[in-house]
């Protein structure tokens, strides 16, 4: 199994690696708005553009894996999400850019894009899943704090975001138990939600 390999669908939500078809629905969204807020600063500039060249360019060479989710049910464009900061040697990763309309936040496809993400995560033999979560960004810090991930410290003055200001960054992290732990609990969240 392979990090990028086509197939990545859970509870009626799909992931497909991002592509430049891609940039005009992510460009539409309410994505760009919190870029914004959230991103890191990036060398070429911090406009949309100079950010989806670098995340396809990154893709390129293996350092991430951008996904563009759909919702299978109206092929309704449903957020973004990717594997960063991949150790194959060390089987680690980062999850990070989840970002989804404010619609279907409250929905399955939040807790099936993640199941999805540490489900094909875990296939691939990865022992150590991480975030690295702006402080500032409460809802994404409590979103991994219910999967049971640890909060390993704080990062200060970590990056400097596209706003302008530097972050301190919380780093957490689900690792071996932990990964099947988190993944049990997104499958009775999604269960639940497929239900209400």
């Known amino acids: ?55 396809l360019a990154d893709a390129l060479t293996g350092r991430s894996v951008p996904f563009a989710v759909t919702r299978m049910s109206d092929g309704a464009f449903a957020g973004v999400a990717a594997y960063l900061d991949i150790s194959r040697t060390h ?31 875990k296939a691939c033999r990865i022992r150590r899943i991480e975030y690295l979560i702006d402080e500032e960004n409460i809802p994404a810090i409590k979103s991994v704090e219910r999967l049971g991930a640890t909060r390993e410290g704080l990062l200060r003055s970590h990056m400097r975001v596209a706003k302008g200001t530097w972050a301190n960054m919380a780093v957490y992290s689900l690792v071996d138990t932990e990964i099947r732990t988190a993944m049990t609990l997104l499958q009775d969240r999604v269960r639940a939600l497929q239900v209400a």
């Open 91 to 121: 089987r680690r990763l980062r999850i990070g850019y989840q970002w989804h309309p404010k619609e279907m936040r409250s929905g399955v496809v939040p807790a099936a894009t993640a199941l999805a993400l540490i489900g094909r995560a």
């Open 1 to 55: 199994m392979k990090l990028d390999a086509p197939g990545l669908e859970v509870a009626g939500v799909r992931l497909d690696l991002l592509t430049e078809a891609h940039r005009t629905a992510l460009a539409e969204s309410g994505a760009v708005e919190a870029m914004w807020q959230w991103m890191p600063v990036i060398p070429t500039g911090t406009n949309f553009k100079a950010y989806f060249d670098h995340t």
